[in-house]
């Protein structure tokens, strides 16, 4: 039967209920069989049988059996997110540019775009070309670049811009987004191959939605539609990228072309402005007034997606290549960037939010105003020092400002508008939240209550909890709110009694049945994380994922003593200061802290009450390997190094190295010990790097981390194993 056939046969069963079916294994296995293989024809064939609408009924049709079945869900489903494998990318592929993407020089004055066109003209005269170019005025798309090439008029390539000359392969990605044509409208006209420039972007609206669903995940909010969008446009899951609805604008062409087609005729989406400005012009004045439009700017400011600027370009082919560019800019275009735009408002009050580790934050409320289409009522004051400097008071009046970011920023005080009640800001005595005495520390305020102040305890644990930390998936912000209130938890090892607790939990408002066992069931869960979650989830100050992650490498590298319990062990090493400090990234101050950590009886509990409900605390060698410096790179070995050769080779093969037992052609670099072998002479004679100490070797590979060499533990018989 064909996809169609088989696609309408399915159809007919989408209106009977799961649990009516008759055949209702064959129906499931037929219908994974149909969208695997429609996604197929999506992705890779760019060649869709069905609409979006049709394929969305039978995915949700998939699901709808799933749950009513769920001995039925089979791995291959693409519900399940492996099964996506085989349309989906485990990773993006490098592509390199046919045509390099140079960025723009930018002008921020109308003397910057005269003195750029002065400098146009003479290079044109000099080359005997009289005519005054013609400009073309474009917005300036804020969003991620990239280069889509149309093969015989099908989208079959899109590559991120990368360093200009060479970026990410993200064709499967860029093909969910629907503004997009997979195939171009060439009725009179047909390249062969079309290459050109767009810009991915996420609209403001979206970016309003997703961090609404972050926020309450307890993820970060994204700060802006930009990084929204590259953060989109580089996961591997191409069923969440699809659900995020990213558009594409194009702007230019890079492959030859009849002078008479544009982007429009082949039915790539440009962006339309209702303003009769943006046509083409001889005439530089036109060209200034319309950068200097505010009615434009305002116009491009408030649509859903985000513009900085205009970019000014010459039309003319000849032209243009007269022109040429220089290392990094073509000559033929400029962008013109509008300035920040700012408004006026007033701080109504000053909220002071406590921080995880006690630090108080001042925060001003302002009267609602309307920002670049977004409405802003909060500013932070990040301390008492920005106050002074900028001699904020309550009930002034000021101008704030957006430049691509979500969170304004307070540029300054309007001195001139300051009214007859504006006070100064009082620095906060008491905790907003617990009502300890604060405390002063350099520009900060804290308050040090640390075990006993409600804001800390919650916000210690909407980090443990958080994606980057132990990732209790269904226990956002809220959630967490709503069980301190109650008083169902205080720290975080109160999260694993909450099992306990399961009845009365239900009766609190948002608790439903479902969302009881997924937090019930996600804290069990958390209990065999990879040891850095746990690390970072405990929330020391200056340990973030990247350091959790190169701690719990060292404690892998150090292959510590098992005979204590698995909690002694991790507060053995991490109260090691020598051993911490051989850690790249730890300094004296880290050292500290954890020191200052552990020394806290109240901390003590909390991590024998974890240990306790079975929360591991050792480092997990099956952890996945992380990409590092030198990953496949090919090394070999020779002489003595101070820590046995078994032990080096098993290390570096852990970061993704390629072990070479003799020197080759292909062994990128060499480790030379003392009492080298003959293979030193060989990879001297191959011109292979050498390194002569495992310290010379980390000056450039710092992410390596090997275990401290004690040179007297060195038997004979180890030394004997080298070379
Ligand atoms: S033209 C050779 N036009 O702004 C000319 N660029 O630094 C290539 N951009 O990297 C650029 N809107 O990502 C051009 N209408 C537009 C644009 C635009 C946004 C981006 C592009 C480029 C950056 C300029």
């Not at 439903?512 to 040891?531: F, N, P, T």
């Not at 746990?534 to 350091?547: A, C, D, Q, T, V």
Request: aromatic share 8%.
């Amino acid at each position: 039967m064909s996809l169609l056939d088989l696609t309408r046969s399915l159809q007919s069963h989408l209106t009977t209920p799961p649990d009516q079916l008759e055949d209702i294994s064959q129906i499931y296995d037929q219908l994974i069989e149909v969208i695997i293989r429609h996604n197929q024809r999506y992705y890779q064939e760019s060649d869709p049988l069905i609409v979006d609408y049709e394929y969305d009924q039978l995915f949700d049709y998939l699901k709808k059996i799933e749950k009513t079945y769920p001995d039925l869900i089979s791995p291959s489903s693409p519900t399940q997110r492996i099964a996506w494998q085989d349309v989906v990318q485990d990773q993006f592929k490098k592509a390199t540019h046919e045509y390099p993407l140079l960025s723009l020089e930018n002008s921020y004055d109308a003397d910057d775009i005269r003195d750029r066109h002065d400098r146009s003209v003479r290079l044109l005269t000099k080359s005997e070309i009289t005519d005054e170019p013609v400009y073309i005025i474009q917005p300036k798309y804020d969003g991620i670049s990239v280069a889509l090439t149309y093969t015989d008029g099908k989208l079959t390539h899109a590559i991120t811009r990368g360093d200009g000359y060479t970026g990410d392969d993200i064709t499967l990605n860029v093909k969910t987004i629907t503004n997009l044509p997979h195939t171009l409208k060439t009725k009179d006209h047909k390249p062969k191959t079309l290459i050109v420039r767009g810009e991915i972007m996420l609209p403001k609206s979206e970016l309003a939605r997703i961090n609404t669903e972050r926020e309450a995940a307890g993820e970060p909010p994204f700060a802006n539609t930009r990084n929204a969008a590259s953060g989109t446009i580089k996961l591997l899951d191409t069923s969440i990228v699809r659900s995020r609805k990213l558009v594409c604008y194009t702007y230019d062409i890079l492959t030859e072309i009849e002078e008479w087609v544009t982007l429009e005729s082949l039915g790539l989406p440009t962006y339309q402005t209702t303003h009769h400005a943006l046509h083409t012009t001889h005439d530089i004045d036109n060209v200034i007034t319309t950068c200097l439009d505010e009615e434009l700017q305002r116009e491009l400011e408030s649509a859903d997606v985000d513009f900085d600027g205009l970019v000014i370009k010459i039309v003319d082919q000849i032209q243009r290549d007269v022109l040429g560019s220089t290392d990094h800019h073509p000559r033929r275009a400029i962008a013109y960037k509008y300035p920040a735009q700012q408004v006026t408002t007033q701080i109504t009050s000053i909220d002071y939010q406590v921080g995880r580790t006690g630090i108080i934050t001042p925060v001003a409320n302002l009267a609602p105003v309307l920002l670049s289409g977004v409405t802003i009522s909060r500013a932070s004051l990040h301390n008492f020092d920005f106050i002074s400097q900028k001699d904020i008071r309550l009930h002034d009046t000021v101008r704030i400002q957006r430049s691509g970011e979500v969170i304004p920023y307070i540029v300054r005080v309007v001195t001139e508008a300051r009214p007859a009640d504006a006070t100064p800001i009082q620095k906060p005595t008491h905790c907003p939240s617990c009502d300890h005495h604060l405390e002063y520390d350099d520009i900060y305020i804290y308050c040090p209550n640390t075990h006993g102040c409600p804001a800390q305890r919650k916000e210690r644990i909407i980090h443990y909890v958080s994606k980057q930390c132990m990732d209790i998936d269904g226990l956002g912000d809220k959630y967490v709110d709503v069980l301190v209130d109650n008083g169902f938890i205080e720290n975080i090892a109160d999260l694993y009694t909450l099992h306990e607790k399961d009845r009365t939990l239900r009766s609190l408002p948002g608790f439903a049945d479902k969302r009881v066992e997924q937090i019930i069931d996600q804290v069990e869960q958390s209990k065999s994380r990879e040891l850095w979650r746990l690390i970072n989830g405990l929330g020391f100050p200056s340990i973030g994922k990247k350091l959790a992650k190169e701690i719990e490498q060292a404690m892998i590298n150090a292959a510590l003593e098992t005979s204590n319990s698995q909690l002694e062990t991790f507060v053995s090493y991490l109260t090691n200061s020598e051993r911490l400090t051989a850690i790249y990234g730890v300094g004296e101050t880290i050292v500290e802290w954890l020191q200052h950590f552990f020394d806290q009886p109240e901390n003590r509990e909390v991590l024998s009450r974890l240990a306790d409900y079975g929360v591991s605390f050792s480092p997990q060698t099956t952890n996945q390997k992380p990409q590092t410096s030198i990953s496949n790179i090919h090394f070999s070995l020779t002489g003595s190094l101070g820590l046995p050769r078994p032990q080096i080779v098993e290390i570096l093969e852990w970061y993704g190295a390629i072990f070479d037992d003799t020197p080759k052609k292909t062994t990128d670099f060499m480790l030379v010990g003392d009492k080298p072998g003959s293979k030193s002479a060989k990879a001297e004679e191959l011109w292979i790097t050498i390194y002569h100490s495992i310290s010379d070797f980390q000056i450039y590979y710092p992410d390596v981390i090997f275990p401290e060499i004690k040179k007297e533990e060195q038997s004979p018989q180890q030394m004997g194993l080298f070379g």
